[in-house]
């Protein structure tokens, strides 16, 4: 409970499917995960469907989100 739900999205399907395989037979089944945890990772391999998943996520938000960090401005030295 220490941060909102949002989208976990692994890069490469051959790399990341045999772990997430992993989760769901050994640590959902032995309740170490919960289900709805397993239903924010999202694989794929294409950057287009990663931006998909984004883009619904934030226009499915309810309040505004804002960053972790805040950019500093930029110095401008004499």
């Known amino acids: 409970h ?4 949002m989208p976990i999205i692994l890069m ?4 990341w499917e045999p772990i997430v395989f ?4 050994r640590a959902l089944t ?3 995960i919960a289900k709805k945890d397993l239903e924010l990772i ?3 391999s294409s950057y287009e469907e990663a931006a998909e998943i984004i883009i619904k996520y934030c226009k499915s938000c309810k309040k505004e989100i804002t960053p972790v960090y805040k950019a ?4 401008h030295f004499k």
């Not at 490469?12 to 790399?15: E, V």
């Not at 500093?72 to 110095?75: C, R, T, Y």
Request: proline letters at 5%.
């Open 2 to 5: 220490k941060m909102p739900k």
């Open 12 to 15: 490469d399907k051959s790399y």
């Open 22 to 25: 992993w989760m769901k037979k």
């Open 30 to 32: 032995n309740g170490l």
């Open 42 to 44: 999202h694989i794929t």
């Open 72 to 75: 500093k401005e930029k110095q």
